[in-house]
């Protein structure tokens, strides 16, 4: 073995082994639109969220019928609890600062069942987007409003 080995040690950064992913959730009620102060207030309310969480934000887009962001996280992060987190407080921050849509809401969920998210920091192609409303809104049919409640 030769002693004149020499090994040096580079520092690692957490951020290189963070996951990405693009996520989207929709309005559970197919006639609620993300429009108005209501469109521009989810960034902010997500921005504080993830910061909260240490989640890097990479962008942001709201639409009327969806919303979809990109954000990082660490490998130990399941895909479940972030979106979950993500899910619950927003919705709490919806349905506290706008009182049309807590009237309007059948449960304390402001979002529908589910969300897409693919791993990876492209937003999603429209036409996915639209199968994924399109096949949501098919469930929700099939989904007694008791079954609904239960799940959340």
């Not at 002693?3 to 951020?15: A, C, D, K």
């Not at 919303?67 to 990082?72: V, Y």
């Not at 999603?124 to 409003?145: D, G, N």
Request: glycine share 4%; net charge negative.
């Amino acid at each position: 073995m030769d002693s004149n080995i020499n090994v040096f040690l580079e520092r690692i950064n957490p951020g290189y082994y963070d996951l990405s992913y693009t996520c989207l959730l929709i309005p559970r009620l197919s006639y609620h639109h993300l429009l108005g102060d209501l469109a521009e207030s989810l960034p902010e309310w997500l921005q504080q969220i993830c910061a909260l969480n240490n989640w890097p934000m990479e962008f942001i887009t709201v639409e009327a019928d969806y919303f979809q962001w990109g954000l990082r996280v660490g490998p130990s992060i399941q895909t479940g609890q972030f979106m979950q987190e993500i899910r619950r407080k927003t919705s709490e921050l919806i349905l506290s600062a706008f009182e049309y849509v807590r009237r309007e809401s059948p449960v304390n969920d402001f979002w529908a069942p589910g969300y897409l998210v693919v791993l990876g920091m492209r937003p999603h192609p429209t036409e996915m987007i639209e199968h994924y409303i399109r096949l949501s809104r098919r469930q929700q049919e099939f989904l007694p409003a008791t079954l609904l409640e239960a799940r959340l």
